[in-house]
């Protein structure tokens, strides 16, 4: 982090800069800083002017010393103080790369240049004055850094009436100078005070920039009131404790000649008051003060106040007398609470700081029947993205409290019409009337009133009292603007093994019983850090509430870490550095192992030692050259023990300490085979029916398979959308950063739920499960969500709302209500934004733009968006007299005669399905099995030209034609009375479709997935029998023979087999009665293709130098769409990082101010970019990596671009490490089909 500076000012020689690094848990970093301080050129310059600046940067680099830190003096003569064209700001920027890893942290800050050498404030001033009764108030002096300054001499003027006072004041101890004022001599005028340093800098006329000492400002206005009576709340401007009893004191000095001609004889004076709380009227009452005749009219009373969570966080106290005669006398106060919940809650550790792997107790206090929610988290998370760690201030920031005032359809404004004077920019909410469209209007603050107090706190009142102020009309009368320069100031155990290190530690709900607390036992996990842990609870009786963040340090006095890459390929070698630190006070002789095994080669490494004296706060790195050997996932074991010697270190004896004296350390390292992944899936649907079936599947792998690469197995489910079950967070192998994306996370559980609902096979296991990832994605659907009810695929700042994915979500949130809780207004404001945008013809107008061109003449024109978009309602339940459905039916059935695009016929058979309009369906089914394409047992339908499918049974099809073929699917199923004809025709769909899908349950892209899945959902409960009993033998010739058996009690269970034969043949025969889902998956890894001619794609790696660490890469990627289109649907550029490199700080948010970049998302080792399109124009998008740990003998790592509604539309090329290759690569390659 960047300590200094926090603030540059201009008239010093110099300034400081300082720069620390700090652990999690606490403790300092060694290793090297290098730090640079600039001066960037205006935006605005560079962008304007034709000729270029280049920044000012002043660099430095220097070892940490034993605080972690780094600190140099900076001349301010390198910067350019007068110059417009460069910013008024020092930007400093910080890379701390750890000693003995080469680990890297990154930080940044900027430091605004002030030429403030003092400020003034007012403080503890009220907007108003009481005329004839003291005013008092507070100035308070800082210097430049914000100290406090004592004995400084201040000037304070007041001016009224064009006529000026001065007094002189001294600050205290505080740097505060209190005040009191005079009223009597204002008579009754608006006031402005302004406080004033005494003093100038002598020198400033000789420097470039002149030391500002800020001036305070302040205006106020008078009391309005008939009455000689006086009343004031007493100040309490401090923040005041939630829900502890309070006095507020009131003092008055009531005049008796305004009770009347009996005044004097008043035994008795009523005052008033209110209590206003977040823009209701949380409590009134009177005070009743009895005046004897000897007792003086003057005094003070209380009024017991306790502020709750209903009045926090800034109540208003009205105190008022209103006398006979209409007068009213008044005073407010808004008072400053501290932010609270009705719900106490609490948290608590059992002990502060604890070893790795110790049993701690967990405290959780709540009111009675709460449940709550706990998160305990590594403090490096929090770090990262500390704006959305949620807090009581953050909480009550989710809500915009009423500021006062009053509707405009109830507002007293009262306007001063006044010719040929300009009126202010306000709008008129109606039509000006004829007879006041020649005059301006003038609107203006009324000043201090018992009405304007009201409205301050949103209080409407009725009275023929004395409460507003008249108004004066005339042109004098027009109250003038006061010149503020600065205006208001604004606020600114020993042998344990440690291989467990999440970074979330407690992610869980609990339930608070009648006793109010409740005690939960964990084990504290590996990692040294400190835990952040906080709970939120909700109760029906006592709301919500939440805790403050309390910590947890997990911490052993001696500890060994180990820094790896996060994967490595198999033959690159890299130095595994492990660092041991010691935090007792005493030296100690260090002995550090690590476990050698069959997984990974370790050579001689030269001048290395293992065994070595380690003293207070020390931290010293052992070192092996590893070389990755064997695939998957490695584990390296490492100890670091404390020996019993006597040997000295240096001149101190060595200590061996009673607890902590071992530690052993186990982390993975994932070994990834050379090349690019393929995975081939061939699922059957084998269906006996007593007698047996059979199918065949060949694994075979290409020449230039990669060696050990390939592996297979065969999976075998009772129930077909049983894969879909196991898979359902990872059904499309494909990122998720979209709008539409997500929803293949969304829309197939909720088919599946219908499913299992509809077939009796609902478990509670099951119904969490699928809940947990409704819940997750509706959560994640709402950021895509416009203010006016509408989504788009990146959301509101990127794009127009789109009607299709609108349609859909409204029609998935309305059947996930049933599951989970979904708002219904979020619901309803989909519906009224699309009803918004139906034609008086009862068509849909299509909005937004539609990342899949293959569907363009299918949802891209009227008749199938409107198509689509009623079958959405009809699927949510919407009646057919609904006007939306009502209206998009008439317009579907006028335009049906010409529709004769395969995809739209498809859609408009499923949706009078749904209509229960058979006469239609059954027309358009008839033309649609004119256009099946059959081959043996499956049917299909394809939007190109008809072709036979391919005999290869790993074959692939487009994302268009599974999704059109389920619709055809659904039309024939959506229906009450299917017969056995349909049935059987149905079936042939089904083996083909189930033929498509991945080896996750999922097909190729997101909608097909969807539509397909929700397809075989409703034949799964046409046809489901809940009896069945089948014998499965999978064999490949003599040597390999294993069957499985699937029966009613196991249908839904998974069961999974490796197959050894690799390249082999392999029979699947099944016998009994039934059906069985089997898939048989074959991964193996090759080099990169070369041919092709849907994408062209080029990468360029370039390093600055290959000396200096930590090693940094430019990575420059030209793409174009050279395919059969003009331009490609959603296309995505994935980045796999080469090992032991990542994306530096910033990367995301550069790109994605690029020209068609819509997102972009950087996971462990892969950079996704999200284009909204290609077209045939060369775009370049550059970015930089780091080497984190340096990784020797680096084998190529890929970027591959593709269609992502067509995967098979792909470019791939191969970059390396030019330092490691000798020269710069540039490979061009042409895509692969």
């Given at each position: 982090m960047v300590t200094e500076p926090a603030q540059v000012f201009t008239y010093d020689t110099a300034f400081p800069l300082k720069v620390c690094g700090r652990y999690t848990y606490g403790k300092p970093v060694q290793g090297t800083i290098r730090a640079s301080a600039c001066q960037k050129t205006s935006i605005w310059y560079t962008d304007h002017m034709s000729s270029t600046l280049t920044d000012l940067c002043w660099k430095y680099t220097a070892q940490t010393d034993q605080t972690g830190c780094i600190s140099a003096s900076v001349n301010m003569s390198f910067f350019n103080l007068v110059n417009y064209r460069f910013r008024h700001s020092i930007e400093v920027k910080a890379t701390l790369v750890e000693a003995g890893t080469g680990l890297e942290a990154n930080t940044i800050r900027v430091a605004p240049m002030s030429e403030q050498a003092g400020s003034l404030s007012f403080e503890d001033l009220d907007r108003y004055y009481h005329p004839g009764h003291p005013y008092s108030g507070k100035i308070k002096a800082l210097g430049r850094d914000g100290s406090i300054l004592k004995n400084q001499e201040l000037i304070l003027v007041s001016e009224a009436e064009n006529k000026q006072s001065n007094q002189n004041l001294i600050t205290d101890s505080t740097g505060v100078a209190t005040f009191t004022l005079d009223t009597a001599v204002w008579n009754g005028s608006d006031v402005s005070l302004e406080g004033r340093f005494k003093f100038q800098d002598p020198g400033s006329k000789s420097r470039s920039t002149i030391p500002d000492y800020q001036n305070a400002y302040f205006r106020l206005q008078p009391y309005y009131t008939t009455t000689k009576s006086y009343l004031k709340i007493q100040r309490q401007w401090e923040e005041l404790p939630c829900d502890q009893p309070q006095e507020v004191q009131v003092e008055y000095n009531v005049d008796p000649t305004d009770l009347g001609e009996d005044g004097d004889e008043a035994t008795e004076i009523l005052f008033s008051f209110y209590?206003?709380?977040?823009?209701?009227?949380?409590?009134?009452?009177?005070?009743?003060?009895?005046?004897?005749?000897?007792?003086?009219?003057?005094?003070?009373?209380?009024?017991?106040?306790?502020?709750?969570?209903?009045?926090?966080?800034?109540?208003?106290?009205?105190?008022?007398?209103m006398f006979p005669n209409g007068g009213i006398v008044a005073d407010k106060f808004q008072f400053k609470v501290a932010t609270c919940f009705k719900n106490r809650v609490t948290l608590e550790f059992s002990q502060k700081q604890d070893l790795p792997g110790a049993i701690v107790t967990l405290q959780l206090g709540a009111a009675p029947n709460s449940l709550c929610a706990v998160r305990a988290v590594d403090k490096s998370v929090l770090l990262r993205t500390p704006e959305t760690e949620l807090s009581s201030s953050s909480v009550y920031g989710m809500f915009s409290f009423p500021n006062g005032g009053y509707p405009y359809e109830v507002d007293e404004d009262i306007d001063c019409y006044i010719p040929g004077v300009r009126p202010f920019p306000i709008p008129d909410l109606e039509p000006v009337p004829l007879d006041r469209q020649r005059h301006s209007i003038l609107r203006f603050d009324q000043g201090a009133d018992f009405f304007s107090f009201l409205k301050d706190t949103g209080l409407k009142i009725l009275s023929n009292g004395k409460i507003k102020k008249p108004l004066d009309c005339s042109v004098n009368g027009i109250p003038q603007a006061f010149p503020l320069l600065g205006g208001e100031e604004l606020g600114s155990s020993d042998s344990q093994v440690r291989q467990y290190f999440p970074e979330t530690w407690i992610w869980d709900l609990y339930f608070i019983n009648e006793a109010e607390e409740a005690l939960v036992l964990f084990n504290i996990p590996d990692t040294i850090t400190e835990w952040?842990?906080?709970?939120?609870?909700?109760?029906?009786?006592?709301?919500?509430?939440?805790?403050?963040?309390?910590?947890?340090?997990?911490?052993?006095?001696?500890?060994?870490?180990?820094?790896?890459?996060?994967?490595?390929?198999?033959?690159?070698?890299?130095?595994?550095?492990?660092?041991?630190?010691?935090?007792?006070?005493?030296?100690?002789?260090?002995?550090?192992?690590?476990?050698?095994?069959?997984?990974?080669?370790?050579?001689?490494?030269?001048?290395?030692?293992?065994?070595?004296?380690?003293?207070?706060?020390?931290?010293?790195?052992?070192?092996?050259?590893?070389?990755?050997?064997?695939?998957?996932?490695?584990?390296?074991?490492?100890?670091?023990?404390?020996l019993d010697s006597k040997e000295l270190c240096g001149s101190e004896k060595v200590l061996v300490p009673s607890k902590g004296w071992k530690d052993t350390l186990i982390k993975h390292l994932l070994v990834r085979p050379e090349g690019i992944l393929v995975e081939k899936s061939h699922s059957s649907l084998l269906c006996p029916e007593g007698n047996s079936t059979s199918d065949s599947v060949s694994l075979q792998v290409p020449e230039n398979v990669v060696p050990d690469s390939a592996r297979a197995q065969v999976s075998l489910l009772g129930d077909i959308m049983g894969t879909v079950l196991e898979n359902l967070d990872q059904l499309v192998q494909m990122p998720h950063g979209c709008g539409e994306q997500n929803m293949v996370l969304f829309a197939p559980i909720v088919y599946v739920l219908q499913y299992l609902e509809k077939t009796g096979q609902l478990s509670k296991e099951l119904k969490a499960r699928a809940v947990g990832f409704l819940q997750t994605g509706y959560q994640r659907q709402l950021q895509y969500k416009h203010k006016d009810g509408s989504y788009s695929a990146f959301g509101e700042n990127h794009g127009e709302s789109s009607t299709w994915l609108t349609a859909f979500v409204a029609k998935c949130f309305i059947q996930a209500q049933q599951h989970i809780f979904i708002d219904d207004k979020i619901i309803q404001q989909a519906l009224q934004w699309m009803a918004g945008h139906q034609q008086t013809s009862g068509c849909y107008s299509s909005m937004g733009k539609l990342f899949n061109t293959a569907m363009k003449g299918g949802v891209n024109d009227d008749i199938s968006l409107t198509a689509y978009i009623t079958s959405a309602l009809l699927e949510a339940g919407k009646p057919l007299s609904d006007p939306m459905v009502k209206n998009g039916l008439k317009c579907l059935r006028n335009a049906s005669s010409i529709v004769t695009g395969i995809y739209t016929q498809a859609l408009l058979a499923y949706v009078y399905s749904l209509a229960g309009d058979g006469a239609r369906r059954d027309s358009l089914l008839a033309k649609l099995d004119q256009q099946a394409i059959k081959s043996g047992a499956q049917i299909h339908w394809s939007w190109k030209p008809a072709q036979l499918p391919a005999q290869d049974s790993w074959s692939q099809v487009m994302s268009v034609d599974v999704?059109?073929?389920?619709?055809?699917?659904?039309?024939?199923?959506?229906?009450?009375?299917?017969?056995?004809?349909?049935?059987?025709?149905?079936?042939?769909?089904?083996?083909?479709?189930?033929?498509?899908?991945?080896?996750?349950?999922?097909?190729?892209?997101?909608?097909?997935?969807?539509?397909?899945?929700?397809?075989?959902?409703?034949?799964?409960?046409?046809?489901?029998?809940?009896?069945?009993?089948i014998t499965m033998t999978v064999r490949s010739g003599n040597s390999f023979q294993h069957s499985f058996h699937v029966e009613t009690a196991n249908r839904l269970v998974l069961q999974q087999l490796p197959l050894p034969n690799i390249p082999g043949e392999y029979s699947l025969r099944a016998t009994g009665t039934g059906c069985v889902y089997v898939q048989t998956v074959l991964r193996y890894n090759v080099p990169p293709e070369k041919d092709g001619e849907a994408f062209f794609l080029s990468v360029k790696a370039a390093g600055d130098s290959c000396e200096t660490a930590p090693h940094v890469l430019t990575l420059s990627i030209s793409v174009s769409y050279e395919g059969r289109r003009s331009t490609s649907n959603m296309a995505i550029i994935e980045v796999k990082m080469l090992s032991g490199f990542h994306p530096v700080w910033g990367t995301n948010s550069y790109l994605q101010q690029q020209p068609y970049v819509q997102r972009v998302e950087s996971e462990a080792e892969h950079l996704s970019v999200y284009l909204d399109q290609l077209d045939k124009d060369t775009q370049t998008y550059s970015f930089t990596i780091s080497q984190d740990v340096p990784v020797r003998d680096l084998k190529p790592a890929a970027i591959k671009v593709y269609d992502y509604y067509q995967p098979d539309e792909q470019s791939m090329v191969e970059y390396t490490d030019p330092c490691q290759q000798g020269e710069v690569m540039d490979r061009d390659r042409r895509s692969l089909m």
């Open positions: 209590v206003v709380g977040n823009g209701r009227l949380i409590m009134d009452g009177q005070k009743h003060i009895n005046i004897m005749k000897d007792t003086a009219w003057k005094g003070l009373f209380a009024i017991p106040l306790t502020f709750t969570s209903q009045l926090a966080p800034n109540p208003f106290l009205v105190v008022y007398i952040k842990a906080s709970m939120f609870c909700v109760s029906e009786s006592s709301g919500f509430g939440m805790s403050p963040t309390v910590g947890l340090v997990a911490f052993k006095p001696i500890f060994v870490d180990l820094a790896l890459p996060y994967s490595v390929i198999r033959g690159e070698s890299f130095m595994l550095t492990a660092t041991v630190f010691n935090y007792l006070k005493h030296c100690m002789r260090i002995q550090v192992i690590l476990d050698e095994t069959e997984e990974y080669e370790v050579e001689p490494c030269k001048g290395c030692k293992y065994t070595r004296c380690l003293c207070m706060d020390e931290a010293k790195t052992y070192s092996w050259n590893v070389i990755a050997t064997k695939l998957g996932e490695v584990n390296f074991t490492i100890t670091a023990e404390v999704e059109l073929t389920a619709y055809v699917l659904l039309a024939l199923l959506m229906k009450e009375n299917v017969t056995k004809e349909e049935i059987a025709f149905a079936t042939g769909i089904v083996t083909w479709l189930t033929k498509q899908q991945n080896a996750y349950g999922g097909f190729a892209s997101t909608q097909d997935t969807i539509v397909a899945l929700q397809a075989l959902a409703r034949y799964g409960v046409v046809t489901f029998i809940r009896s069945g009993d």
